[in-house]
């Protein structure tokens, strides 16, 4: 039943229940129950019974969602809006106790904010996450190839098992030391360091530790024969000339002169 506005005959403002739910949002099922009980009866209703608000109806509706949406009960409502009680006091307890549970919820909202951290720090890190850490040099071929190249070896199964959890913020350090350990070998090559000086070779030895610590066990024989992919395969080439020109061969030089002096 949708009648118009003044429906009563009146010329007074009236709404039918489906007027009413449309106007507020509460649904006609909601404002019968609210009848029922008798915390908001129509003040009027049509010759043929049905159910006619006033605006003071529309006005009572409006305090009861918003107490509504305070977590008020339905009956504490009643009692508010028919008992002798101060609203303005009661409303200003209940302002009270929603701006102390803001204070709650901040705080909840940052506990899980922690929790979602902890548990992004703790989870191995995608594919997405290491193309941004490190750009170029790392992409799906590049990794397709490689397991098609070592994949069987003892040193590729080694490095799979120990890198399979490895986090966004492991893979964030491990960057960190290997762009490190490239500036020192810059650093002795732009100062005239030949490759088997002492600075030189130590950067050597700071890149086997690293490979040998964080990826698979990398002998100093071993190494040797990652510096010479280093000048072989244009790709490690390429990353190494980005850093410096000529530093490719100078890395490869300093990795022998390093596994000579350890012999």
């Given at each position: 039943m949708t009648a118009t506005n003044g429906a009563d005959g009146t010329g007074t403002t009236t709404w039918t229940v489906g007027r009413l739910a449309d106007l507020t949002g509460v649904t006609v099922r909601t404002l019968h129950h609210y009848d029922r009980i008798g915390l908001l009866s129509p003040a009027k209703r049509t010759g043929a019974g049905y159910r006619l608000y006033t605006e003071a109806d529309l006005d009572r509706?409006?305090?009861?969602?918003?107490?509504?949406?305070?977590?008020?009960?339905?009956?504490?409502?009643?009692?508010?809006?028919?008992?002798?009680?101060?609203?303005?006091?009661h409303l200003r307890r209940r302002r009270e106790a929603v701006v102390s549970r803001l204070g709650e919820l901040t705080e909840l909202v940052a506990a899980i904010d922690r929790a979602m951290e902890t548990q992004m720090q703790q989870r191995p890190a995608t594919a997405e996450e290491m193309r941004e850490i490190f750009g170029d040099g790392f992409r799906d071929e590049y990794q397709a190839e490689a397991e098609e190249r070592w994949g069987q070896t003892d040193a590729w199964k080694q490095s799979a098992r120990r890198t399979r959890d490895y986090t966004k913020a492991d893979w964030e350090q491990i960057k960190a030391?290997?762009?490190?350990?490239?500036?020192?070998?810059?650093?002795?090559?732009?100062?005239?360091?030949?490759?088997?000086?002492?600075?030189?070779?130590?950067?050597?030895?700071?890149?086997?530790?690293?490979?040998?610590?964080?990826?698979?066990?990398?002998?100093?024989?071993?190494?040797?024969?990652?510096?010479?992919?280093?000048?072989s395969d244009p790709r490690f080439t390429a990353s190494y000339e980005e850093i410096e020109p000529g530093l490719a061969r100078y890395v490869r030089d300093a990795i022998v002169a390093n596994a000579d002096r350890h012999r």
């Open positions: 509706l409006w305090r009861i969602v918003l107490y509504r949406r305070l977590e008020m009960p339905l009956d504490e409502i009643a009692a508010l809006l028919d008992g002798d009680g101060d609203p303005v006091d030391e290997t762009d490190a350990i490239h500036a020192a070998f810059a650093t002795a090559m732009r100062a005239g360091e030949p490759a088997d000086s002492t600075a030189a070779m130590d950067a050597a030895e700071r890149a086997r530790k690293h490979i040998d610590e964080r990826f698979y066990e990398c002998s100093h024989e071993f190494h040797t024969c990652l510096g010479e992919m280093y000048v």
